[in-house]
């Protein structure tokens, strides 16, 4: 695919992803939708008509865009995504250059073989079983007008069961459809995969007698006769209600059977159930369709699951299970054996979708099920799936569907807990084509060329002699690793994270240092002026010990002074030039680049630091190194920076003290922090006073006031008249916070009031108190940063944890690990574990894998397990071109089409 044709691409892909977003609401709210759909499909057609099989047939609906309802949009929208996901058939004709390795090459459509038939209900997967209809290709435009090429001869596109829209499955009308298109459900594929959250065993029927005799809250099954039936419409609700009471003279039969056996409406009642008490119950169905009252006539029999629930000493139920119906004088199920089927032994929950009955959505994924299981495919080849010891993914999906009959009540459990053998093949497709992306992504950037900066003989004595303190074991360890990756002609890509304090600015001194005696340069950037002033300020003294030139460039330096420095970086005379986003200015060019050095590298897109990374002298690509105080958890190193060679500092420097942490509540607990804040300012330190929000004005939605940082001050400033309270926080503009900041780092103010602003921030060694209203609203990660401002000049600190009272049990968690430890990477797993991924990073840090099925606390050795294969798929298939793995780049390529795994992190 030439550069063009890709770019075309993209351009369609764009509006396709800002309808797909929440649900495909997109359809609705993006203006001009339809036109800019054909515009940029039109684009890829004139550049390459044959590229995208089935594109111009989708374009000739697109051209009737604005007489489709929202659901039929919805569904071409999905039908546009699925398209782009696949590969070309034939390559186009006209190719600009070779594709990169990581680059999938064309295939044809459904050529591979599938060997698993997974059976749901009975009833075997395959063509027996249903499908799609075939549906007949409309020509393209230009053929019709008889201007297509002569050797035009591609046979009809194979219809893809798979995407078929919902409606196409019996039982579902377009009512029905819409409501499953509102959770975004569009196609027969999203209920294949929209698998159960919870299993219910209803092996066991009771008779009503003994389900009268249970203890409310527990699940029943039991089975009923009807003794009325009624639909009620009252203050705008619409209700079944049926009564109950207890199938009689009912006696197991010789060898088990069942005389009175039932069938009919979803199963066979089970057999053998002797009822001799007589009891009643009152069940109410809620938000179901009209009808439901005829399907269950007096005299009828019912076979029902639910919670038990009690009122004045009867028997009541709300919306159970129906798992089987008999109507009166019905024949039994044994002189009707293919009347229908037995009903499930494993009752499968699926997640609820507004306005659809459970039910009938059980019975919807249970037929998409039987009709395309066996065309399911997520990329996992059958020869790893052997080794890795797991099942098919078809068998995986009808096994979540419908488990076996027999499941053992370990089985049920192992259901309920989502860590099942099918949980597991689930997880582990997803995590695998994660590896395989990583592992392309890292594979590509190591193709590239760098110059290597060589290790000195002289440099681990002049390193000792430009730092006035020794270098702990971690910090010898992580610069030893820096040097040897930076010695290569490969470009470096490296993470050096390490918990505030821990020396990450002496590791990346000495990886500038090795660059600079191989006559490279190193650009430094922070996310603010006032960081990269302490960058500039510790580095000034190391570097004139060992002879560096280095100077500092932000967007406040003076005009005249700025293009001197920006001479002095173009002419390669400086060594180390340090700065903020300034630095991806145009005008700032260096003669030699050499390393690149980006602070708390989460502030920065992936465009910014691409930016800085491509400002190179054309002789090869610069070294990577990014920090992070932020200590991440091994899984997310491995996923969301996967791509990225990681070094750890897990040691801090001798002499650094633990802050005293405590958590305090109420009016008492803000006087107590008052009473601290004044001794210690008394004594000549400093204090930091954190709040959740800027203004008193800032809940929104929120029931409960929560403290904030403008209010804040003027108590501060009442409850300490003598102390210099300052304000800053992220409403305020750069120049002023930073005006703020300095004045409390250098003494002129006592005490600063701010938000989360200074998570990030500059050291203040006189700071030794740190107090954070309403605790309980905040990440542990962001705790532990807060807590990292202070205690930095090695003397007691203090860290005071309020809040209000009544936290949450998840918030008591967070404040009990901080008590608990001060260990950065014990509190990143915890809040890994409570917070997930996504918020622990930021819901805009690019690379956090969203995944449906993987669990990155709980698989750890899976997803280990997963890289480990899928490293060895590429070993023997750096192109990923045999025909066993065609499927994994399909699965590639839809992964990258819906960004479920997102942007480069680096």
């Not at 000739?60 to 604005?66: H, N, P, Y």
């Not at 509102?182 to 995969?193: A, F, H, Q």
Request: charged fraction near 25%; charge should be neutral.
């Amino acid at each position: 695919m030439d550069a063009e044709l890709k770019r075309r691409v993209e351009a369609l892909r764009r509006p396709l992803e800002l309808a797909a977003a929440d649900g495909f609401t997109g359809v609705r709210t993006v203006r001009g939708l339809g036109h800019a759909l054909r515009a940029a499909c039109d684009g890829v057609l004139a550049r390459a008509a044959d590229t995208i099989a089935g594109l111009d047939a989708w374009r000739t609906t697109l051209g009737r865009w604005e007489q489709l309802d929202e659901q039929q949009q919805a569904v071409e929208v999905a039908r546009g995504m699925r398209l782009l996901a696949r590969l070309p058939r034939t390559a186009p004709a006209v190719r600009a250059a070779p594709e990169p390795t990581f680059a999938l090459p064309p295939l044809p459509s459904g050529s591979e073989s599938r060997d698993v038939q997974p059976v749901v209900h009975g009833v075997a997967n395959g063509a027996a079983s249903g499908g799609a209809r075939p549906r007949s290709r409309v020509r393209d435009a230009h053929v019709a007008a008889g201007d297509a090429p002569a050797d035009r001869t591609d046979p009809p596109e194979p219809p893809d069961p798979l995407a078929a829209p919902t409606h196409s499955l019996p039982g579902i009308g377009p009512a029905f459809a819409e409501k499953l298109a509102e959770k975004g459900l569009i196609t027969v594929e999203d209920l294949l995969w929209l698998v159960p959250r919870r299993y219910d065993d209803v092996r066991d029927a009771r008779p009503l007698a003994e389900v009268a005799a249970m203890a409310e809250g527990q699940r029943a099954t039991f089975i009923a006769r009807v003794a009325s039936a009624r639909m009620v419409f009252a203050r705008g609700r619409r209700w079944a209600e049926v009564r109950l009471g207890s199938v009689d003279r009912r006696k197991p039969s010789a060898g088990g059977g069942d005389p009175d056996g039932f069938a009919g409406g979803a199963g066979v009642l089970p057999r053998g159930i002797d009822v001799t008490v007589t009891a009643t119950a009152l069940v109410r169905w809620f938000n179901v369709f009209a009808g439901i009252d005829k399907r269950m006539p007096p005299g009828s029999q019912v076979a029902l699951s639910g919670i038990v629930r009690k009122r004045g000493g009867r028997l009541e139920l709300a919306n159970p299970d129906i798992l089987a119906i008999e109507l009166p004088g019905e024949p039994a199920a044994d002189s009707a054996p293919d009347a229908a089927r037995p009903p499930p032994a494993i009752l499968a929950r699926y997640p609820d979708v507004a306005g659809v009955p459970p039910g009938r959505l059980r019975t919807a994924c249970a037929t998409a099920c039987v009709r395309v299981a066996a065309h399911a495919e997520d990329g996992v080849p059958p020869v790893v799936e052997a080794a890795a010891g797991l099942p098919g993914v078809a068998e995986a999906l009808a096994r979540l569907h419908a488990p076996p009959p027999d499941s053992s009540p370990d089985d049920i459990a192992a259901l309920n807990r989502g860590d099942s053998r099918w949980h597991r093949r689930l997880a582990f497709g997803e995590l695998f084509a994660l590896g395989v992306a990583i592992t392309l992504r890292r594979r590509e950037r190591r193709a590239d060329a760098a110059v290597p900066c060589p290790r000195h003989p002289g440099l681990a004595g002049a390193l000792s002699a430009a730092l006035p303190f020794t270098l702990t074991g971690a910090q010898r360890r992580a610069i030893d690793e820096i040097a040897g990756d930076v010695a290569r002609d490969v470009p470096m890509n490296r993470l050096l994270q390490g918990d505030v304090g821990a020396g990450k600015t002496a590791v990346a001194f000495a990886a500038a240092l090795q660059a600079a005696r191989a006559g490279r340069q190193t650009a430094v950037m922070a996310p603010t002026e006032l960081l990269a002033e302490q960058h500039a300020e510790t580095w000034r003294g190391w570097a004139r010990a060992v002879g560096l030139r280095l100077d500092l460039v932000t967007a406040s330096t003076p005009r005249g002074v700025r293009a001197s420095l920006l001479a002095l970086a173009a002419a390669g005379e400086l060594d180390v030039l340090i700065g903020t986003h300034a630095l991806l200015a145009e005008a700032v060019g260096f003669g030699a680049l050499g390393l690149v050095v980006i602070d708390e590298q989460h502030r920065f897109g992936v465009a910014q630091r691409a930016r800085l990374r491509d400002k190179g002298d054309g002789q090869g690509a610069p070294h990577l190194l990014v920090m992070t105080a932020t200590p991440i958890p091994r899984t997310l190193a491995l996923t969301a920076y996967g791509d990225l060679d990681v070094s750890v500092l897990d040691e801090l420097p001798p002499g650094r003290t633990p802050v005293a942490t405590r958590v305090l509540s109420g009016a008492r607990g803000t006087a107590a922090a008052y009473q601290l804040i004044a001794d210690r300012i008394a004594a000549g330190e400093r204090a930091y006073l954190v709040y959740p929000k800027v203004a008193p004005d800032d809940d929104g939605d929120d029931a409960r006031t929560w403290k904030d940082a403008t209010t804040g001050a003027a108590e501060v400033a009442a409850a300490l008249p003598r102390a210099r309270v300052g304000l800053v926080h992220g409403r305020l503009d750069g120049a002023e916070r930073d005006r703020v900041m300095r004045a409390f780092k250098t003494g002129a103010l006592d005490a600063l009031v701010a938000t989360t602003v200074i998570e990030v921030g500059v050291d203040v060694p006189a700071a030794t108190v740190m107090v954070v209203h309403d605790a309980d609203r905040f990440g542990l990660a962001q705790l532990h940063q807060l807590r990292g401002r202070v205690g930095r000049g090695g003397g007691k600190a203090h860290c005071l944890l309020l809040t209000q009272g009544g936290v949450s049990e998840d918030a008591r968690r967070r404040l009990d690990a901080m008590i608990a430890t001060h260990d950065g990477f014990r509190i990143a797993e915890e809040d890994l574990a409570q917070r997930g991924p996504g918020e622990l990073l930021g819901p805009r840090q690019a690379g956090v894998p969203r995944l449906r099925f993987g669990d990155l606390q709980q698989h750890t050795e899976l997803l280990l397990e997963a890289r480990r294969h899928a490293e060895a798929v590429l070993d023997a298939d750096p192109d990923l071109a045999r025909p066993a793995h065609a499927a994994l780049r399909r699965a590639l390529a839809r992964r990258q089409a819906r960004s479920v795994y997102g942007a480069e992190s680096g």
